[in-house]
């Protein structure tokens, strides 16, 4: 296991909550469904395992502020017509970028492949532009 299958089970966990018609889960709630998605995947080295669980509460703790700069950032493209799977990768990668120390290039490189396997080539393109616009770029927060 690597951490490429720790990103799939967040990824899991973020689609999942995204595609939910409900309220959003608290915190505790949200690792819940990450570890269900861990355990599912096979997922069981406990830096991992950490390593998910962090990325995870990160996206959804920054969630209004990843979403505003992913709107920023996305020309002609309204956050809502961005495909769930797409979102999810994008606010994964730049929270990784921005708060867990994880290098730009390996940040993208892993959202691409992602993005590929889940969503598709032209899906791929799409992330990796959004992405490129941010590299080099400062954040506060």
């Known amino acids: ?9 967040v990824l899991q966990t973020l689609f999942q909550i995204d595609s939910r018609d409900m309220e959003p889960p608290s915190a505790e709630g949200l690792l819940d469904i990450c570890r269900e998605s861990l355990d599912r995947n ?11 669980e962090e990325l995870a509460a990160t996206v959804y703790s920054n969630q ?22 797409e979102r999810a990768i994008l606010r994964m990668a730049l929270a990784e970028m921005w708060w867990m120390d994880t290098p730009s290039p390996v ?20 992330v990796n532009g959004v992405l490129g616009s941010f590299v080099g770029q400062e954040h506060e927060g």
């Open 1 to 9: 296991m690597n951490r490429r299958s720790a990103r799939k089970a």
């Open 42 to 52: 096979e997922v069981r080295a406990a830096g991992l395992r950490e390593f998910a």
């Open 64 to 85: 209004v502020r990843l979403d505003r700069a992913i709107q920023d950032s996305s020309e002609k493209w309204r956050l809502d017509r961005i495909g769930r799977v």
């Open 107 to 126: 940040a993208i490189d892993e959202s691409i492949e992602l993005t590929k396997i889940y969503a598709g080539p032209q899906a791929a393109s799409f």
